[in-house]
């Protein structure tokens, strides 16, 4: 699994981004996957996850009714919709694949991380 995390950049608080996760060695269809972020001096901490289905989903409290995860198998891609961006949103996001083909908040469920985008919001 090669998994290529995009779509990250500057945006004003209230704006809009969509992040997509792509897996280059087309194997993301059997796997639960996450979106996790890391913001400078904190631990990692979860933000969403999907089964590998897509009709099971998951959210951190603190992005519930903002961002919406969601997954296309046919292109082997899970997208992470961000809206109404706040400042503390502001992160490296990374996307992994799981172990199982369960949906997960525990980053130990993944086995596979691809490298992050840098999110940015601005007040």
């Known amino acids: 699994v090669q998994l290529q995390a995009s779509g990250g950049g500057l945006v004003q608080a209230g704006g809009s981004l969509r992040l997509s996760c792509v897996d280059s060695?087309?194997?993301?269809?059997?796997?639960?996957v996450g979106w996790f972020r890391q913001a400078p001096g904190k631990e990692r901490e979860f933000v969403a996850t999907?089964?590998?289905?897509?009709?099971?989903?998951n959210y951190a409290d603190s992005v519930k009714g903002r961002f919406t995860i969601s997954r296309d198998n046919a292109k082997n891609t899970v997208y992470l919709q961000m809206n109404s961006l706040k400042p503390e949103d502001t992160a490296v996001y990374y996307c992994?694949?799981?172990?199982?083909?369960?949906?997960?908040?525990?980053?130990?469920?993944?086995?596979?991380w691809g490298k992050g985008t840098q999110v940015t919001v601005s007040s």
């Open positions: 992994a694949s799981a172990l199982s083909s369960s949906a997960s908040a525990n980053d130990k469920a993944y086995r596979y």
């Open positions: 060695r087309r194997t993301f269809n059997n796997n639960g």
């Open positions: 999907i089964n590998w289905r897509g009709g099971v989903t």
